[in-house]
């Protein structure tokens, strides 16, 4: 099948590069023309393991190609897939980009005569893709959805780091359609992916991405409220807590005398707080949503408040480790959202350095993928990048684990003996042996342990 994917950010990229794996013609649609040469040079504008290979493999076999031109793009393809941006605005959904594109799909499908399906694969809030996408494109097109073009919604699963194995093996694929051909259509385009795939209502699905990110956010937050009790009544780790819990055959079942450890249980853990594309947005979006419907969804509520003062709790480990900040060099591992990306959108770096600099410490950091700070409110000439992991560390009075990554995993308690004189670690994602650390005389704490 022909497909068009507008919008080159990381679903819409990711999307086309499997896609076309699986035999499909995609065209890639972007604005941006050097992020389109490096795509058609087999280059990925962000990093996310695997994408790259994949992409030179389908750019050899002609079955990708980023294009600018939108119009020639869609005339051409039976699918055409929305995955642009939907940011946030002040904290509710920011629809702006879906109305344009729409517009352009619209507008490119007037002249044909063929029968083409239009996809929001973008998170958008339920009914968005019937009350601001079907509109606009039946208005732009002269045509009728449901008739002349077919509309769908198909949320994507992908987590940053393992998008590729997610996409190439999904556990599910959920397409709500508007109706049976437009179904019909994304069964065809799926054909190659063998998995549950979930045949819905356009609203359905939409509140499906939702739902499962915000089961997501509430579990991480929810597991961060127990850190935070087990750190105060003190003589508590919340690891050990964990183990006790999940052991509950209703969460970890028995079958044939062994453990199934569902990789759910795998999965959570008790940290410095969610960040990235989805979580942060998507539970802000859903609050004002459900009061716009006059529902005040106050679990949710509390799951943002609580992510957004869980990196906070660093500092005060930290505080507590030290009492003053000022002029304390403090060393930061990790400014990646999480390890295998290098994106740090949300990423509790941020509100972290952001508070070590208006405590007077003087901050180096050091992440292996991040090399710049984007987020603009941070005077970049007060941050020291280390060019690794020695120079960061070296010297300082503390350490913060911020990010998972396995490169901070292998640092031993004699690592930062030899590179510290008191060393005080502050584990964000509890990636060190506790006993091991204490042990070794350093001043270990971490998020549900204090
Ligand atoms: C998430 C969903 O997992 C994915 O299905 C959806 O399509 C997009 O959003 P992603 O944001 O890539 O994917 O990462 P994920 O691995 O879910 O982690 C999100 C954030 O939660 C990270 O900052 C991570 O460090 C944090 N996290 C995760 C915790 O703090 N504790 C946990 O137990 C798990």
């Known amino acids: 099948m022909k497909v068009t994917i507008v919008g080159t950010g990381y679903v819409g990229l990711v999307t086309g590069v499997i896609l076309a794996s699986a035999g499909h013609f995609v065209y890639c649609v972007g604005r941006n023309k050097e992020k389109l040469q490096k795509i058609n040079a087999g280059t990925s504008p962000f990093f996310e393991p695997g994408l790259e290979k994949l992409l030179r493999i389908v750019l050899k076999k002609g079955l990708l190609k980023a294009v600018s ?17 939907t940011p946030t605005l002040n904290d509710a959904i920011d629809l702006s980009q879906i109305e344009i594109v729409s517009k352009q799909i619209g507008e490119a499908l007037r002249q044909s005569n063929s029968y ?23 208005k732009s097109s002269g045509k009728k959805v449901g008739k002349d073009i077919g509309l769908s919604m198909n949320p994507e699963f992908l987590r940053e780091g393992q998008a590729v194995s997610d996409a190439l093996h999904p556990d599910r694929i959920v397409i709500g359609s508007h109706d049976e051909k437009s179904s019909k259509t994304l069964l065809k385009l799926y054909k190659e992916f063998v998995c549950l795939k979930v045949v819905t209502n356009i609203k359905t699905a939409e509140m499906t991405k939702y739902t499962a990110n915000s089961l997501l956010a509430t579990m991480i937050s929810f597991s961060n409220e127990i850190a935070r009790i087990c750190e105060d ?19 970890n079942p028995i079958i044939k005398e062994k453990r199934v450890e569902p990789g759910f249980l795998k999965y959570l853990f008790s940290g410095c707080g969610y960040g990235g594309s989805c979580f942060p947005k998507d539970t802000k979006a859903l609050v004002s949503y459900a009061q716009k419907a006059g529902i005040e969804a106050q679990l ?29 060099k403090i060393a930061v591992l990790g400014l990646a959202f999480k390890p295998e990306t290098d994106d740090t959108r949300e990423s509790p770096a941020i509100p972290i350095i952001k508070t070590l600099l208006s405590e007077g410490a003087v901050v180096r950091v050091y992440d292996p993928k ?28 503390a350490v913060l684990i911020v990010t998972a990554w396995d490169e901070y995993k292998k640092l031993t308690p004699e690592f ?35």
């Open 116 to 138: 083409h399906v239009v996809v929001v694969k973008s998170t958008v809030v339920p009914g968005a893709t019937e009350k601001i996408a079907l509109p606009i494109l039946e």
């Open 370 to 397: 991040v090399k710049h700070l984007v987020d603009s409110n941070i005077d970049k000439s007060l941050v020291t990048f280390s060019k690794n992991v020695q120079d960061a560390v070296i010297n300082s009075d």
């Open 300 to 328: 949710l509520q509390s799951v943002v408040k609580i992510n957004s003062s869980q990196p906070l709790r660093m500092i005060a480990h930290l505080k507590k480790a030290l009492k003053n900040l000022e002029r304390k």
């Open 233 to 251: 009544t003190g003589g508590i780790d919340v690891i050990d807590v964990w183990r006790g819990v999940h052991l509950d055959s209703r969460l």
């Open 69 to 85: 031109d939108i119009q020639n793009a869609v005339s051409q393809s039976e699918v055409i897939i929305i995955a642009v941006g």
């Open 416 to 450: 930062f003996w030899k590179k510290m004189k008191n060393p005080v670690v502050i584990d964000g994602r509890r990636i060190y042996n506790k006993d091991k650390f204490l042990k070794a005389g350093i001043l270990y704490r971490g998020i549900g342990y204090g």
